[in-house]
Nanobody, 117 residues
Framework: QVQLVESGGGLVQPGGSLRLSCAAS????????MGWYRQAPGKQRELVAT???????NYADSVRGRFTISRDNAKNTVYLQMISLKPEDTAVYYC???????????WGQGTQVTVSS
């Protein structure tokens, strides 16, 4: 059974930091590339960071240099360290597979990140 549980969000001032965690059930999640997505109000969900099983990372231009994705395969956990947060980073953040097989549509509840003074 697929289960993704995101945590670590909250309210932070511009320039602040947060660390998100994602606990994934299922062995597959320790093998496949994983990613962090975000969805701001009125916008489509976007992929902001990915990481392969071996640790190769990639980032959207909007977060490169500020966000760091990492994973612990033994714990089936993925992290997103966010620094220098901006108001435009405000969104619900989700973790999931970086690429989705056809018919795959499992998502966790996400964790809200709000950047505001």
């Amino acid at each position: 059974q697929v289960q993704l549980v995101e945590s670590g969000g909250g309210l932070v001032q511009p320039g602040g930091s947060l660390r998100l965690s994602c606990a994934a059930s299922g062995t597959i999640f320790s093998i496949v590339p994983m990613g962090w997505y975000r969805q701001a109000p009125g916008k489509q969900r976007e992929l902001v960071a990915t990481i392969t099983r071996g640790g190769t990372t990639n980032y959207a231009d909007s977060v490169r240099g500020r966000f760091t994705i990492s994973r612990d395969n033994a714990k089936n956990t993925v992290y997103l360290q966010m620094i220098s947060l901006k108001p435009e980073d405000t969104a619900v953040y989700y973790c999931n597979r970086a690429t989705m097989p056809q018919g795959y549509d499992y998502w966790g509840q996400g964790t809200q990140v709000t950047v505001s003074s």
